[in-house]
């Protein structure tokens, strides 16, 4: 194989996977974004604290039961701790 056709392909598949984790990597951020939303509807305009959103985060990551604990934990109402875990994994 010429050396130009190696560069060229590793440089595509350089820029393809540099693509896929910038293309990935805002919908994670809006996964958290959007269960914080959820719970500071509830709090009618005040600002999350950082245990909301560790607590998304959590639930992010797949673990509703302990998103729904932390966040219930926080004084989020359990309907609205199950509606914002439910969107963070989404």
């Known amino acids: 194989m010429r050396t130009s056709t190696r560069i ?3 440089l595509s598949g350089l820029a393809l996977a540099v693509g896929g984790v910038a293309f990935t990597a805002p ?3 809006a996964d ?6 959820q719970v500071e509807r509830e709090l009618q305009g005040g600002e999350a604290p950082d245990s ?6 959590v639930g992010l990551t797949g673990d509703h039961a302990k998103c729904v604990t932390d966040l219930t934990g926080s004084r989020v109402t359990n309907g609205t701790a199950v509606a914002a875990c439910r969107v963070a994994p989404d």
């Open 52 to 57: 909301i959103r560790m607590a998304c985060y």
């Open 27 to 29: 919908t994670a951020h």
């Open 32 to 37: 958290v974004t959007a269960c914080i939303n």
């Open 8 to 10: 060229a392909g590793v």
